[in-house]
């Protein structure tokens, strides 16, 4: 089973709500990923989870916040959102971080900001 | 990571195979090669990946250039669910080399 599944697919939400994204897998990867997608645009990275720990950030502003809280979940916590944060939010896991290990991304939680 | 190039689109006939090039010219010794692809609105789906020799999975072959230099993915019949933005990237093997997706090649796969 090669799955990573996110939740919800869809949200919608104003810029002074708190909101999750939720991923789970269940391969036993340890390592997870965070992706932001624009529309017309290529996925770009936003956090790394190696063995439950945040190993990469980059740069993303603070109103995003990961959470890891265990080997099969990874959150990401959405606080003063802006419209322009609206965008497809993929999640990845890879059996460990590094290039020889392929990522497998879920189908994504499509967000508008309002 | 080394920079990749793609052509920004492509058309293929159904059942004939889909040849993608990616040109690499300053990959590295360690880094791999890897394609992904990304059908509309979804999240994108790995195919393959290699260093040096050539690959072959159930979905594709990676035909690497001796120099390593550039490769191309052989979709070996196309089928019209084949259509996608098709992703090369080249990605170290330590820890710290992340996942880079550039802007791809948009097959359309076409009846």
């Known amino acids: 089973d090669t799955e990573v599944t996110q ?22 990867h340890r390592a997870m990923y ?23 950030n ?9 959470e890891c809280p265990n080997s099969s979940l990874l959150n990401l916590h959405l606080h003063a959102l802006q419209p322009e944060d609206s965008a497809l939010y993929l999640c990845a896991s890879s059996q460990e971080n590094g290039g020889g290990y392929e990522q497998y991304f879920g189908p994504g939680t499509r967000l508008t900001v309002t | ?43 994108p789906q790995y195919i393959i990946h290699g260093l040096k020799n050539n690959e072959t999975n159930e979905m594709a072959s990676l035909i690497i250039t001796e120099d390593r230099k550039s490769s191309t993915l052989i979709l070996p019949h196309a089928t ?32």
């Open chain 1, 34 to 56: 965070w992706y932001k997608q624009k529309a017309k645009k290529p996925p770009e990275l936003m956090f790394v989870y190696s063995y439950e720990k945040l190993s990469i």
């Open chain 1, 7 to 28: 939740t919800p697919k869809h949200l919608v939400m104003g810029m002074t709500n708190k909101k999750s994204l939720k991923c789970e897998q269940h391969m036993g």
């Open chain 1, 58 to 66: 980059e740069s993303v502003p603070s109103r995003f916040s990961p």
């Open chain 2, 1 to 43: 990571d080394a920079k990749t190039t793609q052509p920004t689109s492509m058309d293929c006939a159904e059942g004939r195979a889909a040849n993608l090039p990616c040109n690499h010219s300053t990959i590295s010794g360690n880094e791999y090669v890897y394609w992904y692809r990304q059908i509309h609105s979804q999240g």
């Open chain 2, 80 to 111: 019209l669910r084949d259509t996608a933005v098709y992703y090369c990237i080249a990605r170290g093997a330590g820890a710290g080399n992340m996942l880079t997706f550039g802007g791809g090649t948009r097959l359309m796969v076409k009846p």
